[in-house]
């Protein structure tokens, strides 16, 4: 069989169902955006900056919790199950360590309402809306830790139940809270974004209740030591290697979601119209990010698993081939997206001033795209092979340096000779941006083939 075929067999089955999970997730946020668009643009303003808020918080964090799934992963190629049922629990006292952390920088963001310039109703607003996501972070991170525990034993479908489910509750929740509504006596006003942070509230903690009764009740994990017992006692040696991987981790996340959460933050400052068209081509490109994100997923877990047999042939193979497929798949996708953006805009708005401000911005999804495929699925590979912290430096200079720094610079920056257009005000930002992630995308293929060099020898 082909070599590229026999890994495509490989990844597809576990590629597709984090693909469909994630794309539901992501729809959480879709379907905010398409709803606060729709009520109003000072909603919609203080949506961008409060989930650029949280999603940097949130997912630095989760990027810690996530260690657990390179761990586990290898455990369970070396057959050594009762060790992986183990790094959940420990996995699971981590998140709950950390939630604490996320707590404090939720209800007391001020240093981020700076940034943005963010006053009046729209600070007020962004308060509330981070304070009720608070109420949502314990059971986030927690079923981060269930998530990433599934992706490792190739259990994806498990995940992908919970978060369709989860997607089937959240259109209605924030449909009834952000426009209001009356049930007999009983009135709920209109709460604009603050209501989508109430309904990924619920979501959050249905999902945790469930994912809880599935591992005490589903024979698969009864070999993992899931059973009536509660948590088992913290221990030193897998918590320090979880942090040993996952702090790194954690920051190459935070580094990378940062470089463009932030960029809403500081789009903010040029106004509201400007900050909504950047929330509608974020979410697009968010959304196309959920395919290389599920591909990259899929190669960590069965690098890790040939890692953990010592099949270090397979490891190679797979990790090359995975990276091949998505730039391939990345490319075609963001054609695409290009050859239609004034229609895939209009599903967003029709207001005529916010796609105005988006359609340009559009220009630089394609090679920003394509970048990010090669950056994430490189990361993740070398995460499998437990190696975490120089793909952090990598980011650091490449997304926070070239990214953002460039995109301030060029955006805010006293210029001798003035710019194109191509390079002003939120242009000047996702331009940076996608030349940073190129730069991060080659600095990991480099260290990889490094890495792999390594083993050969």
């Known amino acids: 069989m082909n070599p590229r075929l026999q890994s495509l067999r490989q990844i597809l089955p576990l590629a597709w169902p984090v693909f469909i999970g994630q794309l539901a997730v992501l729809a959480y946020s879709t379907i905010d955006t398409l709803l606060v668009a729709r009520h109003s643009a000072t909603d919609l303003a203080a949506l ?8 940097s918080v949130f997912v630095g964090l989760m990027g810690v919790v996530l260690a657990i799934s390179p761990l586990a992963g290898q455990l369970f190629g070396a057959k050594r199950i009762a060790e992986a049922g183990d790094s959940l629990h420990q996995a699971a006292w981590l998140a709950l360590g950390l939630t604490v952390i996320g707590e404090l920088i939720l209800w007391f963001p001020q240093p981020f309402l700076a940034l943005s310039h963010a006053e009046g109703e729209i600070a007020a607003k962004v308060r509330d809306y981070l304070r009720m996501l608070g109420v949502a972070l314990p059971a986030a991170l927690l079923f981060t830790a269930y998530r990433g525990f599934n992706t490792a034993v190739s259990r994806p479908k498990a995940v992908m139940a919970l978060q369709i489910g989860g997607l089937v509750l959240k259109f209605p929740a924030s449909a009834l809270l952000i426009g209001g509504f009356t049930l007999g006596p009983f009135q709920v006003p209109a709460l604009g974004a603050v209501g989508c942070a109430i309904a990924t509230a619920l979501v959050m903690w249905s999902q945790l209740l469930i994912a809880l009764v599935v591992l005490r009740k589903d024979p698969f994990y009864a070999g993992f030591g899931f059973g009536a017992g509660g948590l088992h006692r913290p221990r030193k040696e897998t918590l320090t290697r979880l942090l040993k991987l ?9 580094i990378e979601v940062t470089g463009f959460t932030f960029m809403a933050i500081f789009i903010a400052r040029l106004g509201t119209t400007p900050v909504a068209g950047h929330q509608l081509c974020a979410n697009l490109v968010a959304m196309m990010f959920m395919l290389p994100l599920a591909q990259a997923n899929a190669c960590s877990t069965l690098v890790a698993q040939a890692l953990g047999a ?25 054609a695409l997206i290009f050859s239609l953006r004034g229609q895939v805009l209009g ?13 340009p911005l559009l220009g630089w999804v394609w090679l920003f795209h394509v970048a990010d495929a090669g950056q994430t699925v490189s990361a ?12 952090m ?5 490449a997304i926070w340096g070239l990214g953002l720094g460039g995109g301030y610079w060029l955006a805010f920056g006293d210029h001798e000779v003035e710019l194109p257009a191509i390079m002003q005000g939120a242009m000047g930002f996702w331009s940076a941006a996608s030349v940073g992630l190129a730069a991060a995308a080659t600095g990991l293929c480099v260290l990889l083939a490094l890495v792999h060099r390594r083993e050969i020898k």
Do not use: Q
Request: proline share 3%.
């Open 246 to 254: 996952g702090i790194p981790m954690g920051a190459s996340v935070l």
């Open 393 to 397: 430096l990598i980011y650091a200079f």
């Open 310 to 334: 010592r099949d270090y042939a397979a490891a190679r193979r797979l990790g090359w081939h995975g990276l091949e497929i998505a730039l391939g798949i990345a490319f075609v996708l963001g």
């Open 347 to 359: 599903l967003y708005t029709n207001d005529a001033a916010i796609i105005a401000a988006a359609l």
């Open 48 to 55: 961008a900056v409060g989930s650029a808020v949280y999603t």
């Open 380 to 391: 993740f590979v070398l995460r499998a092979h437990h190696i975490a912290t120089a793909p």
